[in-house]
């Protein structure tokens, strides 16, 4: 197999002589090879999306692969819940606790449980 910097020299070189990047057709390997690359270089895309026979075509399919990582995240945030805070919260008891007697403070706590 080809490393990436092999791989994008002789992506670049048939570029070169063939000036459209949708003309360049690869082998199968090569082809898998590119499409790992982009998805290393794109990692906000949704990989299944990354298709094509040619680079051309890879290339093509990454905005689509970013749009639709783009809708998925946002309706994955929306369908989020809220944040729980953990531990130590502070809740009012509705009412002052400073300068009640034990027996008022007692009589309030049976009073509010019912």
Do not use: H, N
């Not at 910097?5 to 360049?24: G, N, T």
């Not at 982009?38 to 692969?65: F, K, M």
């Amino acid at each position: 197999m080809v490393d990436d910097e092999q791989l994008m020299e002789q992506v670049a070189k048939a570029e070169a002589e063939e000036p459209a990047a949708e003309a360049v057709v690869v082998d199968a390997a090569d082809l898998e090879a590119v499409r790992a690359m982009i998805q290393r270089a794109y990692p906000d895309t949704v990989a299944e999306l990354l298709v094509g026979a040619t680079v051309g075509e890879l290339l093509a399919a990454v905005p689509v692969a970013q749009a639709a990582y783009r809708t998925v995240a946002e309706q994955l945030r929306e369908a989020a819940p809220e944040p729980v805070p953990a531990g130590g919260v502070v809740r009012g008891i509705g009412f002052e606790l400073e300068g009640m007697s034990p027996g008022l403070k007692i009589r309030e706590g049976l009073k509010r449980a019912g």
